[in-house]
């Protein structure tokens, strides 16, 4: 009876009204509770109603409640949104926090009742490291610059960024799965000697230093300890919280449960919110079977499903929800809405990998309310050619996890060391940057040799005469100078394709990845996109020039979260968000899912498939309205396959019209809702030729953007030469503004927010810019 005076109180108030399962939940307070959230399922709002009712109806002193949230901006927003349901115990103090904040305080507890000194070894090394000198005894004391220096004295080389997050990826795993010594080995490390690193690493904390260094996963395990063995320490904070919940549980790591399970022990008052359908971080070290096993921990604990989704349109959340059915290690649930139907799933099947980016600028270019987009992606790499396009065509996006690594990584600097030997190739010390990656078999020796020669003439020349080489040595190395003689003022894409066939960089590359185990297919992505940048560009010079301004605007891009902006994201990182329109790009077979997902499923370990699987759910979700996926049939030269989850969703939403190309349903790209764009079928068949049997329309687009610009707006500017210095311009996202110069395919246009670089081209074929004053 109480409770229903609560809720209907709350509902005059607030306008706050839950459904039946919300109330339930709300009402249980006493004993454990297993609350599985579906997407858009209201999970917060039911979170703070059961701290309100805690607090307003049963008594209970705020500061005794523990809410335990998955990320800083997850408590802090949990926090604001109980201030403002429940403005009287605003300046009270419920305990909102992460798991690791509970955890240094309990560490900070222990470690200070033993008297031991201890530092915290985690945050931004990036000054730092400009000023370390390696050669030093011990290294600087910080987490990533202590790993540096232990690889290069195991491996006798420098760590590369991408050996830097596999490395610590496998100390954290280790850690969360609080895995004994001798089980270290059993976790797939591709760092070379990863368990003796680790090895070293936790024997350098505890004696390297006249403190006790400190991770953050030892926060954890230390607090997990600290609780395990310390009888008063573990009464003081099972005393100080009689009610504690947690969040986002599915992402919870086995010392994150155990901390949880013995804080709660005495009382057994804990609310788990979770799905296990968007378990996305096993390879974390999240433990979604704990859900599964939840009621072995808490034998008498009550489950609740919260299957509505308030979210989504009708026909996505069906589609969603049968499609998550294949997994089977997971709770039955039944996800389900009131919200209407509304645009069917589109399923966009590109000829070539090299036009998405282009043409995902093309479909979202027509919106005005950008902020309700979001473009989604597994890796993060996808994000620098969507970034490229976006740029060019003037449309503001916001990069949620942007990683400006790659502008620094390794392959970008060889690129750029090439093409600096085009200018001179009178600098032993360019040479010495790549003569192993090229061909000529340059040894260390004789670059050495080569160092020690003082005349200014071509490190070729000077290599032929004065240093000692084999025979096959000169025509290769004749070869390489005129190579780079040949790429004096060329193109930059034109440059970069024969640094990687003609200068053999390309396949320095594979002896690289056979020998240190580096992913090729990530590392000749990175190749195309320094290709793709280079798109319509005039010197090396300019190409260089852009990436520095794409570095830039990277940066600056991160600062838009609230503007009227695209938002790229990865799909991890997509979590939590939602949009009224979703694309989600590289849909094939070796992405989603992986081909390390495929393999172990072909060997029937499904674990990985499964994850895969959850991954694309928790991508579907974020939609609101329109979902539209992007596939295509070439990448990097090579066949392509559309991803198993694409065919998968056409099935489910229209089987009777489901024959390998549509979708089905009235949709973008013609009645089936399936849409093809450029170059020709998988059977080589033009795409606008007949298929038998086929109800979907295929679309065929030769010139992308062109024709649907035209369509989308006739005032359009459609020829460059109309664009000049000092001519004002309207353009869709920034407005009116003036344009300052014309450099070959780029225009400097001042406009109200800025001064902005646009690709004439890019902006002609999208129909993004018009003269002022009338059709051009």
């Known amino acids: 009876m109480q409770g229903n005076e609560f809720l209907s109180r709350k509902k005059a108030e607030l306008g706050v009204e839950l459904n039946e399962v919300q109330k339930r939940a709300v009402l249980h307070t006493e004993g454990a509770l297993l609350l599985l959230a579906s997407p858009g399922s209201g999970k917060t709002t039911t979170l703070i109603m059961r701290i309100g009712y805690l607090v307003e109806e049963k008594g209970v002193r705020p500061e005794r409640i523990k809410a335990v949230t998955f990320s800083r901006a997850s408590a802090r927003d949990m926090k604001d949104r109980f201030n403002k349901f429940f403005p009287e115990f605003a300046g009270e103090r419920v305990a909102f926090s992460t798991i690791h904040s509970l955890a240094f305080e309990m560490m900070r507890d222990s ?48 760590m590369t960024d991408d050996q830097m997050d596999e490395l610590t990826t496998y100390i954290s795993f280790v850690k969360n799965k609080l895995l004994p010594r001798e089980e270290w080995g059993s976790v797939k490390c591709d760092v070379k000697d990863a368990e003796r690193l680790l090895a070293e690493y936790e024997r350098f904390k505890r004696g390297g230093a006249d403190k006790l260094l400190v991770d953050y ?10 609780l395990e063995n310390d009888r008063e320490l573990l009464r003081k904070y099972q005393r100080r919280y009689d009610y504690v919940m947690t969040d986002e549980s599915q992402d919870t790591s086995l010392v994150q449960h155990a901390i949880v399970e013995k804080l709660v022990r005495a009382h057994g008052n804990l609310c788990v919110v979770a799905d296990d359908d968007q378990s996305i971080y096993t390879w974390r070290a999240a433990e979604p079977q704990y859900l599964l096993d939840f009621k072995k921990v808490y034998p008498r604990a009550k489950l609740l499903k919260m299957e509505q989704n308030y979210r989504s349109s009708r026909n996505i959340v069906q589609v969603a929800n049968r499609f998550i059915k294949r997994n089977k290690n997971r709770y039955d649930k039944n996800m389900f809405t009131d919200n209407p139907e509304d645009e069917p799933i589109v399923v966009h099947r590109l000829g070539d990998y090299q036009l998405q980016a282009k043409f995902v600028a093309e479909r979202v270019a027509e919106e005005e309310n950008l902020r309700e987009i979001a473009v989604l992606y597994r890796n993060n790499s996808s994000s620098i050619t969507l970034m490229n396009a976006f740029d060019r065509a003037g449309i503001p996006f916001y990069m949620k996890d942007g990683d400006n690594r790659f502008f620094s990584h390794w392959v970008v600097e060889d690129v750029l060391n090439f093409m600096r030997m085009t200018f001179t190739d009178r600098r032993p010390d360019l040479l010495e940057k790549i003569h192993t990656k090229m061909n000529g078999y340059i040894t260390k020796q004789q670059m050495a040799a080569l160092k020690a020669v003082t005349n200014p003439d071509s490190v070729f020349d000077n290599l032929m005469n004065y240093v000692a080489l084999r025979d096959y040595q000169f025509k290769l190395l004749q070869e390489c100078k005129e ?98 329109r979703v694309l989600i790009v590289d849909l094939v077979d070796g992405i989603l899912p992986s081909n390390d997902d495929i393999k172990k499923y072909e060997n029937e370990d499904v674990a990985d498939m499964e994850e895969a699987v959850r991954l694309f759910y928790v991508g579907m979700t974020r939609a ?77 687009i030769d010139n992308p953007g062109a024709k649907a610009a035209a369509a989308r707006n006739p005032n359009a500017v459609r020829e460059a030469e109309l664009l000049k210095a000092g001519s004002s311009v309207e353009h869709r996202a920034f407005g009116r503004g003036r344009i300052v110069r014309m450099r070959g395919d780029q225009a400097d246009i001042r406009f109200e927010s800025g001064e902005k670089t646009l690709s004439v081209a890019t902006c002609i074929e999208m129909g993004l810019l018009e003269l002022r004053g009338g059709r051009p």
């Open 483 to 580: 190579t780079f003689e040949r790429m004096k003022g060329m193109a930059p894409r034109d440059a970069i394709q024969t640094i990687r066939y003609d200068l053999g960089y390309e396949k320095a590359i594979d002896k690289m990845c056979e020998r240190l185990g580096f992913r090729k297919e990530y590392l000749i992505g990175i190749l195309n996109t320094l290709e793709d940048i280079s798109e319509g560009l005039e010197s090396m010079e300019s190409f260089a020039r852009r990436l520095k301004y794409l570095e830039q605007v990277m940066k600056t891009s991160r600062r838009r979260k609230n503007e009227n902006a695209v938002t790229f994201s990865t799909l991890h990182s997509a979590k939590g968000l939602e949009f009224e």
């Open 624 to 700: 609101k309205k329109r979902l539209e996926l992007l596939a295509y049939e070439r990448r990097d030269g090579a066949k392509a396959k559309v991803s198993r989850f694409v065919n998968a969703v056409r099935r489910i939403q229209n089987p009777e019209e489901f024959t390998g190309i549509g979708i089905g349903g009235k949709g973008a790209g013609g009645a089936g809702g399936a849409r093809e764009y450029g170059g020709a079928g998988a059977a080589g068949r033009p795409l606008g030729a007949k298929r038998s049997a086929v109800k979907a329309t295929v679309v065929r």
């Open 111 to 158: 470690l200070r009742k033993q008297r031991i000194d201890y530092q915290i070894i985690e945050g931004d090394a990036a000054e730092l490291e400009e000023e370390i000198d390696f050669e030093g005894e011990r290294p600087p004391l910080h987490k990533k610059l202590i790993l540096r220096e232990l690889y290069r004295r195991v491996a006798g080389d420098n």
């Open 217 to 226: 996963d030892d926060m954890l395990v230390l607090a997990n300890e600290a």
